[in-house]
């Protein structure tokens, strides 16, 4: 194990979180390699009174990766991962990104359901339940899970799967890093690539709003096994973009198929035939489709997200509104298509609430300078603002920031959310795992 303090000269770079709105100086950082060693380190921290925070990929908007002062478990050099190809499984260690993650089963030709930017951790990613392009055909990461092993705040050394600490094992499909440390999970897989229809395609911002009208009709009814996202953005200055767009409102798609390459080119004629200025769908490695969108690092960050169970034309026109007053070259405006199976059987065996939902939005505020953060953070406020009359309860806590106690309740309606808070008043009552989308210990 590894302690890092301010006087250490990799200090500055280790505790750097890829949200640059989040800048806190922990008292120690301590890189743990194995169970036993978190273990070590939560012992330290209740010696010593330290809070405690939770680092695997570093990627939670929120900054709760981090805190001020206390003691952060960095997780990052656990990064065991063993694919048993046959019974189409794998078993990832708790500091395993994303991109190392779909590299490795790809080998295969073996995937889960992921995260949309490579370098996402894991662990978060799943314990927050894991929505990402695969998730109308497979569900979300979470649903599915086999097991996970954890550290719990006593120091103990538990699995939760079906027929182990079951309670705890539903906890973990949404529940956050309010129960323990994660340092390992396994995954039943699914056969895919490692090459697939995908890729992204480009539309001039003139045409955002019939062109929104028309991606929901045709994203409606697409089989399960596409997935899908229209996203307002900058043009950015890349090769692939015609000169006269960059710099300008574009309209971008993105498109997958989860299946053969061939089903997954036929599939993806109606959304092509829209007439993008730019088309970059076709077969490719589902690996590098992983890596298309990752967010720039070192930038102030600020998003949130609604749920929708129909997106009207007054919705769309505020969705498409929001994005021509977009704050900066980075900042975008998402709409993802759910359904399939996010709102499937295995919603049922988690807690978090309206899987049914058909849509997400999911602004995303970045810049380059805190000045321009604080504008991007008041562009999303204003647009949750201006759509709540079209939302319908409900929200993805891995989407957003710190929004306070009842957004988190809000996730998983109040049923759940005491179920979890027994759960989490028998695995961790003195809420030592409080830096995260915290659930509060029932009280006995």
């Known amino acids: 194990m590894e302690w890092i303090r301010p006087d250490n000269p990799d200090y500055d770079e280790t505790r750097k979180l890829f949200n640059a709105m989040i800048d806190r100086r922990p008292a120690v950082i301590a890189r743990c390699s194995s169970p036993g060693e978190v273990a070590e380190t939560l012992k330290y921290a209740r010696n010593h009174n330290l809070e405690v925070a939770v680092r695997s990929g570093g990627h939670s908007v929120a900054g709760m990766s981090t805190n001020e002062g206390g003691l952060v478990i960095d997780v990052r050099p656990m990064k065991s991962v063993s694919v048993d190809p046959e019974a189409r499984t ?15 089963t790809q080998q295969h030709g073996l995937a889960v359901t992921g995260g949309r930017a490579s370098t996402t951790g894991v662990s978060g990613f799943t314990l927050g339940g894991g929505s ?15 097991s996970v092993d954890l550290v719990t705040a006593s120091g103990d050394l538990v699995t939760a799967s079906e027929h182990e600490n079951p309670e705890l094992f539903w906890a973990l499909h949404g529940g956050g890093g309010n129960f323990g440390v994660a340092t390992s999970f396994t995954f039943q897989l699914h056969d895919l690539g490692p090459t697939v229809m995908a890729g992204l395609t480009l539309f001039p911002g003139e045409a955002a709003t019939e062109l929104s009208r028309a991606y929901r009709q045709l994203a409606l009814d697409a089989p399960d096994e596409v997935g899908t996202a229209l996203v307002y953005l900058t043009a950015p200055p890349e090769e692939f973009v015609p000169e006269d767009m960059v710099g300008k409102l574009a309209v971008g798609m993105a498109y997958v198929y989860a299946g053969n390459v061939e089903a997954g080119e036929e599939h993806a004629k109606p959304f092509k035939e829209l007439g993008p200025s730019v088309d970059l769908i076709g077969p490719m490695g589902y690996a590098d489709f992983q890596c298309m969108i990752d967010d720039p690092p070192d930038h102030y960050n600020y998003w949130s997200a609604d749920y929708h169970d ?61 000045e321009g953060g604080q504008e991007a953070k008041a562009w999303v406020k204003q647009f949750r603002q201006d759509i709540a009359p079209h939302t319908s309860g409900g929200v993805w806590l891995n989407f957003i920031g710190d929004e306070g106690q009842d957004r988190i309740i809000a996730a998983y309606g109040e049923q759940n959310y005491r179920r979890l808070s027994k759960v989490k008043a028998q695995f961790d009552p003195d809420n030592t795992f409080r830096g995260n989308q915290n659930i509060l210990p029932a009280e006995h």
Do not use: K, M
Request: charge should be negative.
């Open 310 to 370: 129909q997106l009207s034309d007054e919705a769309l026109d505020i969705l498409v509104d929001s994005a021509r007053r977009l704050p900066g070259a980075h900042s975008q405006q998402l709409i993802g298509r759910w359904g399939g199976a996010v709102a499937g059987p295995a919603a049922a065996n988690t807690p978090l609430l309206n899987r049914g939902a058909a849509w997400v939005s999911h602004p995303f505020g970045l810049a380059e300078t805190p």
């Open 132 to 146: 990402g392009w695969l998730e109308r055909a497979y569900g979300f990461a979470c649903d599915n899970l086999l």
């Open 90 to 104: 794998v078993t990832a260690g708790g500091g395993l990104t994303w991109g190392e993650f779909d590299r490795t």
